[in-house]
C-alpha cells in the first residue's frame, strides 16, 4: 500500500532530507585519503543527534551504522570500518535520517583523491541518470518511465544497471512501496500521484550488472568486481515537475571550494 503524503507531511520531509542534505555536507568535508569510513560515520552520527535527528540506518534491520559507506566494487549497504580510504577510490556514502517522525534519504558517491577518467565518467553518468530519473518522477507518468530514462542512458554508455536493489517509497518508514527499479519500459507500471514521495537511487556498475552478497550479510558487490557507483535523491511527484526534496548543495559547495584550492 502506497501513503500518499499532504503538503505539510512533505515539508517535513523536507526537513529530514535538509538534515540528511547537510550531513552528507560534512562527510564531504572530512573524506579524503587517510580518513577510515568509521570515522565519517561518527561524523555523522553526531551532527545528526546534535541537529535533533535520529540516524536513519542505525539498527535498521540490525544494521550497525549510520551511514551506508560501500568502496570501489561495493554497490550499497557497505559496513564503515577502520580501513583508510585510498587515493583512487570512490565510495558511496548514503545517510538516512528521522526527523519529525519522517525520513530522509540521500546517496553521493565521492572521489577519494586523483580516480581515473574512466571512473569520474562512470560518476557522471550515474548522477546524470538520476537528472533524468527525476525527470520521469511527475504526476500522470509511470514509474516504468523513471527506470527507462535510467536504464537508456546508461546503457547506451555502455554501463549495466543492477536489477535486485531497487528504490523506494518512503515516509514514516524508510522503505515503503512502491519499488522503484532503475530498469523499466516507458508507460508501464503504477501511475505516478501527486502526494508519493520516494528515492530514486540509480547503482551503475562499469561492468556486468550481476551482483553478490558479502559474508558479512550486509555488503553488495559487483560480480567480476568492476568498479560501481550510486546516487540517491528523495523526491515528492508533482504536476509538471519532480519536488526534490534532498540535495547534494553542501556537498558539492565543499567539493567545489576544495577544487580551488
Ligand atoms: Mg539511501
Ligand atoms: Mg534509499
Given at each position: 500500500?502506497?501513503?500518499?503524503?499532504?503538503?505539510?507531511?512533505?515539508?517535513?520531509?523536507?526537513?529530514?532530507?535538509l538534515?540528511?542534505?547537510?550531513?552528507?555536507?560534512e562527510?564531504?568535508k572530512?573524506i579524503k585519503?587517510?580518513?577510515s569510513t568509521?570515522?565519517?560515520?561518527?561524523?555523522?552520527e553526531?551532527?545528526?543527534r546534535?541537529?535533533?535527528?535520529?540516524?536513519g540506518?542505525?539498527?535498521?534491520?540490525?544494521?550497525?551504522?549510520?551511514?551506508c559507506?560501500s568502496?570501489n566494487?561495493?554497490?550499497?549497504?557497505?559496513?564503515?570500518?577502520?580501513?583508510?580510504?585510498?587515493?583512487g577510490?570512490i565510495?558511496?556514502?548514503?545517510?538516512?535520517?528521522?526527523?519529525?517522525g519522517?525520513?530522509g534519504?540521500?546517496a553521493?558517491?565521492?572521489?577519494i583523491?586523483?580516480?581515473?577518467?574512466?571512473i569520474?565518467k562512470?560518476?557522471?553518468?550515474?548522477k546524470?541518470s538520476l537528472?533524468?530519473?527525476i525527470?520521469?518522477?511527475?504526476?500522470g507518468?509511470?514509474?516504468?518511465?523513471?527506470?527507462?530514462?535510467?536504464?537508456?542512458?546508461?546503457?547506451?554508455?555502455?554501463y549495466?544497471?543492477?536489477?535486485?536493489?531497487?528504490?523506494?517509497?518512503?515516509?514514516?518508514n524508510?522503505?515503503?512501496?512502491?519499488e522503484?527499479?532503475?530498469?523499466?519500459?516507458?508507460?508501464?507500471?503504477?501511475?505516478?500521484?501527486?502526494g508519493?514521495?520516494?528515492?530514486?537511487?540509480?547503482?551503475?556498475?562499469?561492468?556486468?550488472?550481476?551482483?553478490v552478497?558479502?559474508?558479512?550479510?550486509?555488503?553488495?558487490?559487483?560480480?567480476?568486481?568492476?568498479?560501481?557507483?550510486?546516487?540517491?535523491?528523495?523526491v515528492?511527484?508533482r504536476k509538471?515537475?519532480?519536488?526534490?526534496?534532498?540535495?547534494?548543495?553542501?556537498?558539492?559547495?565543499v567539493?567545489?571550494?576544495?577544487?580551488?584550492?
Amino acid at each position: 500500500m502506497i501513503f500518499f503524503k499532504t503538503d505539510e507531511e512533505i515539508e517535513l520531509m523536507r526537513a529530514s532530507n535538509l538534515l540528511v542534505a547537510r550531513t552528507l555536507g560534512e562527510v564531504a568535508k572530512a573524506i579524503k585519503p587517510g580518513v577510515s569510513t568509521l570515522e565519517l560515520d561518527k561524523i555523522a552520527e553526531t551532527f545528526i543527534r546534535d541537529n535533533g535527528g535520529v540516524p536513519g540506518f542505525l539498527n535498521y534491520h540490525g544494521f550497525p551504522n549510520t551511514l551506508c559507506t560501500s568502496v570501489n566494487q561495493h554497490v550499497v549497504h557497505g559496513i564503515p570500518n577502520k580501513t583508510p580510504l585510498k587515493n583512487g577510490d570512490i565510495v558511496s556514502v548514503d545517510c538516512g535520517a528521522l526527523l519529525n517522525g519522517f525520513f530522509g534519504d540521500s546517496a553521493y558517491t565521492f572521489e577519494i583523491g586523483e580516480v581515473k577518467p574512466e571512473i569520474k565518467k562512470l560518476l557522471a553518468a550515474t548522477k546524470q541518470s538520476l537528472l533524468l530519473g527525476i525527470e520521469q518522477a511527475i504526476d500522470g507518468n509511470r514509474l516504468g518511465d523513471i527506470g527507462f530514462a535510467v536504464q537508456e542512458y546508461t546503457e547506451k554508455l555502455g554501463y549495466s544497471v543492477v536489477r535486485e536493489m531497487v528504490g523506494h517509497g518512503i515516509g514514516k518508514n524508510l522503505h515503503e512501496a512502491p519499488e522503484v527499479p532503475n530498469y523499466g519500459k516507458r508507460g508501464n507500471g503504477i501511475k505516478l500521484q501527486s502526494g508519493m514521495v520516494i528515492a530514486i537511487e540509480p547503482m551503475i556498475n562499469m561492468g556486468k550488472r550481476q551482483i553478490v552478497q558479502e559474508k558479512d550479510g550486509w555488503t553488495i558487490r559487483t560480480v567480476d568486481n568492476q568498479m560501481s557507483a550510486h546516487f540517491e535523491h528523495t523526491v515528492a511527484i508533482r504536476k509538471g515537475k519532480a519536488d526534490v526534496l534532498s540535495s547534494f548543495e553542501f556537498v558539492e559547495e565543499v567539493l567545489h571550494l576544495q577544487s580551488e584550492k
